[in-house]
């Protein structure tokens, strides 16, 4: 590996830390397309590395986050825990779903993702937004299948949780926002760790990227973790939402270009 390419890919490293520090997205959504674009490495063995950084990188921001007081993982336990369940059989799938659909599924999932992210909204906290359940069984159950859909997603196509996670916190739980963005780092840790153990196993990581991946996502996302709270979060949502959806515009470009 040349010192040009160390380079290139600890700059990946550096805009994965960026995002999941400030924004509590998946770095899934930058490595995944930086590894199969710039590196020609196939979306299985893309994915899996990513992972690993994803694991690395959200532990490290989730440490932030909890000293500044902003994680609560009391009620969305369920979330993690059925994101876990649903992790493992989302991998295992992954094995048996051929590389070309696999590259497409992913590209849908960075333009939804983009979507997504663009239709957040920036509303002041309101303890009585969000979906209210009639009992405590209830809302279990409910956050338990969310959990689940998102694992599967995640071990499928790698994203460990990132603005599905987020998204639910805020309008299921309706967190305060920056406490939403700790705790679905958080959760994107254990979730992206269940899906990497699933990866691991059948051989689809390359530790030698994701490590030089994660140094420089480690030190984005420290930096980045410490000042999320004077970010612009509109702007910047904007913009790396469009980044998303314009990532998986030119994946599915290069699929039909192939």
Known sequence: MSILTIIEIIIVGLITGTITSLIGASGVTVVVP?????????????????????????????????????????????????????????????????????????????????????RRKNKVYDPNQGVH???????????????????????LVGAGGGVMVLLTIIFILHYPMHQAVGTSTVIMAITALSSLLGYARQGNVDYKYGLWIALGAVIAGMIGSHIANKVNERVLNKIVAWVFILLGIIMIGMKFLR
């Open 34 to 118: 930086a590894l199969t674009l710039l590196f020609g490495i196939n979306s299985h063995l893309a994915i899996g590395t990513s992972l690993l950084v994803d694991v690395i990188t959200s532990i490290v921001v989730s440490i932030t986050y909890i000293r500044y007081k902003n994680v609560r993982l009391q009620a969305s336990i369920w979330i993690t825990v059925g994101s876990v369940l649903g992790a493992q059989l989302g991998s295992h799938w992954a094995g048996i779903i051929s590389d070309t659909k696999l590259n497409a599924l992913f590209a849908i999932m960075l333009i939804l993702s983009g979507i997504s992210t663009l």
């Open 133 to 155: 359940f009639k009992s405590k069984l209830a809302q279990t159950l409910a956050l338990l299948g969310l959990g689940f859909g998102i694992g599967i997603i995640s071990g």
